[in-house]
């Protein structure tokens, strides 16, 4: 009998891609978005699929879901700086509420959860490399707050839950991951540049440009997830690409992999925004045999050949194949 998992987040960026990993892998893939900040044109290839039912929910409410469920992925939440400027209620409610909601299910239903963490838990981290051992250094009011907290708050929960009621849960902290299916205009660092090239606008650096990321390219990151999925280990685990770059290095490397001269445009580093962010990946190597295989460049190529493919704004509107009635307490 297929195994069946519940991804929530499942028209984001990571979820959607999880969607495609799962499927692939012989599994039946049941999707929840509230599309706040997720699109449906990242699961439309899904539409007809027999193996693939989605559900436009909000799971900061009761979840309820019917038939067996084996496992959960907890991919709902906005991701993005400016997301959290926005939406700063529905992001710490996506990862505390949501989270709780999405635990009790994984209770009710015997099934294994894993939930997406964040390397924003270190948050301007005084160790570097960042290991998972790393307590971290986070603001608990400031403006990125309300997604640091929220997950670090998700940390806690799932332990809790794993400790208390023996839930079988996984804890990733994902690190800046980029790739095709980020949102155009999300204000991370990939996109905006690259859709800042493809119009011939300069780039936008923030502060003096020197603070560092570490960048994974999707496919290596969600080979990981799926990785810690069926792994037993249920400690936190860092998931990245530790190559370390400067935002600087970033803009140059862009620039020259489409062949253009680079034009800048300084504006003031955000509040809280981290000086340096590397994983230390030595724990997922031994645990999972895992590492990242894409290199930078070839990332980056890929991710450019999307954005330039796809229509800006496209909707659509794809209607789920089935429907549940969701049961409010
Ligand atoms: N950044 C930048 N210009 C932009 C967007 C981001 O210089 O137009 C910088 C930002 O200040 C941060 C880094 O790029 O230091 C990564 O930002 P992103 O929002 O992608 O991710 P996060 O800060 O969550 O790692």
Partial sequence: MKKRVLITGAAGFLGS??????????FEVVGMDNLITGNLNNLKHLTGCSEFTFYDYDITNFVHLSGKLDFILHFASPASPIDYLKIPI???KAGSLGTYNLLGLAKEKNAKILIASTSEIYGNPLEHPQKESYFGNVDTIGPRCVYDEAKRFMESLTMAYHRFHKVETRIVRIFNTYGPRMRLNDGR?????????LENKPLTIFGDGNQTRSFCYVDDLIEGIYRVTLNDYHYPI???????????????ELCEIEGIKMKIK??????????KRKPDIAKAKKILGWKPKVSRREGLRKTISYFK????EMEIR???KTFETFIQR
């Avoid at 891609?17 to 012989?26: M, P």
């Avoid at 860092?238 to 140059?252: D, M, R, S, W």
């Avoid at 493919?309 to 800006?312: D, F, H, R, S, V």
Wanted: charged share 20%; net charge positive.
């Fill in 17 to 26: 891609h999880l969607c495609d990993k799962f499927l692939a892998k012989g």
């Fill in 90 to 92: 529905q992001t710490l």
């Fill in 189 to 197: 660092v990939i996109p905006t540049f690259i859709g800042q090239i």
């Fill in 238 to 252: 860092n998931l990245g690409n530790p190559e370390e770059i400067t935002i600087n290095q970033l803009a140059k």
């Fill in 266 to 275: 300084k504006r003031k580093l955000p509040k809280g925004d981290p000086l």
């Fill in 309 to 312: 493919k796809i229509p800006n």
């Fill in 318 to 320: 794809m209607q789920p």
